[in-house]
């Protein structure tokens, strides 16, 4: 790219005109966002649609490379702009949160179209995510279905005038020179459904509150079961069920095998008790429908 002068000329002082070709007087900050800005090195993946008009940017017609950024990165490592095109899946989330932490500061992210930006068609979907940026921060949102190859450039025009008003001497405009590293961004957990760890005190809390709930049948929890994963502090102790027995009477009391003190042969013993309480149950309900 040819080097323009004048436009990092920011000063009060006057330049005589014959030395503005050759001379700039300007900040450090303008010198570090004109760098930056004019070599945006976009990260090469793409999700649906989207992604086409992404290409198509890219190609001879519209080509993006005179803003610094023909040179698309099939690796996170050597990307500045992450572009969200297209639909975002609850699997395909964790890899992108994952590709994403790889990236080196500073890093920006573009969601492309209404799908990475909200949704889209599919947002009542039970298996699409509502917008990337549940999980990731977005710096420019370019709206459409899909959006143009002119929507995309003015999404990236956007974003050099974001970087463009990024000053080193504000801590929040450069979070990336702050002392010590960065806290990663935390990557979604797949199960059953989407978990995003930052709501783990939340979803253990009502957990332990449905835990606490009487239930008509007696429910055991093992040592071995798994338990939720634990980020930023430690396992909190989940209260013991309380069991509501009525229709068989046992004098024998019904404890989880968890219970400090019972070897092999009490374990042993209560299990038979159990089978035996539970033949008691079926033969009265049999009883019952005959």
């Known amino acids: 790219m040819e080097l323009n002068l004048q436009e990092l000329n920011k000063t009060e002082y006057p330049i005589p005109v014959d030395l503005q070709s050759n001379v700039a007087i300007t900040s450090l900050s303008s010198v570090y966002n004109w760098g930056r800005r004019n070599s945006m090195w976009p990260m090469l993946f793409g999700l649906a649609c989207c992604a086409i008009e992404m290409i198509a940017t890219a190609s001879s017609r519209f080509d993006f490379s005179r803003f610094g950024m023909e040179v698309m990165r099939a690796t996170p490592r050597q990307s500045d702009l992450m572009i969200v095109s297209g639909t975002v899946t609850k699997k395909m989330i964790v890899p992108i949160v994952r590709l994403y932490n790889q990236m080196p500061e500073p890093k920006y992210v573009l969601a492309m179209g209404a799908c990475a930006s909200g949704g889209g068609p599919f947002k009542e979907g039970y298996n699409v995510v509502s917008g990337v940026d549940k999980y990731l921060p977005v710096d420019v949102y370019v709206p459409g279905c899909p959006p143009t190859p002119q929507a995309l450039m003015y999404g990236l025009i956007a974003l050099q005038k974001k970087i463009d008003g990024q000053s080193l001497a504000v801590g929040d405009d450069v979070p990336w020179y702050g002392v010590g590293?960065?806290?990663?961004?935390?990557?979604?957990?797949?199960?059953?459904?989407?978990i995003d760890p930052r709501q783990m005190d939340m979803i253990r809390r009502q957990a332990e509150a449905a835990a606490g709930r009487e239930t008509e049948e007696p429910v055991y929890r093992?040592?071995?079961?798994?338990a939720l994963p634990v980020f930023g502090a430690e396992a909190e102790a989940i209260a013991t069920r309380t069991v509501k027995k009525e229709a068989v009477k046992t004098d024998v009391e019904v404890k989880s095998f968890s219970q400090a003190g019972m070897d092999a042969d009490?374990?042993?013993?209560?299990?038979?008790k159990r089978r035996e309480n539970a033949l008691k149950r079926k033969a009265a309900r049999l009883a019952k429908e005959g």
Do not use: C
């Not at 590293?181 to 989407?194: C, E, H, M, Q, S």
């Not at 093992?222 to 798994?226: E, I, K, S, T, Y």
């Not at 009490?266 to 038979?272: G, S």
């Open 222 to 226: 093992l040592d071995a079961a798994r």
């Open 266 to 272: 009490a374990i042993e013993a209560l299990r038979a």
């Open 181 to 194: 590293p960065a806290d990663p961004t935390p990557v979604p957990i797949l199960g059953p459904d989407i």
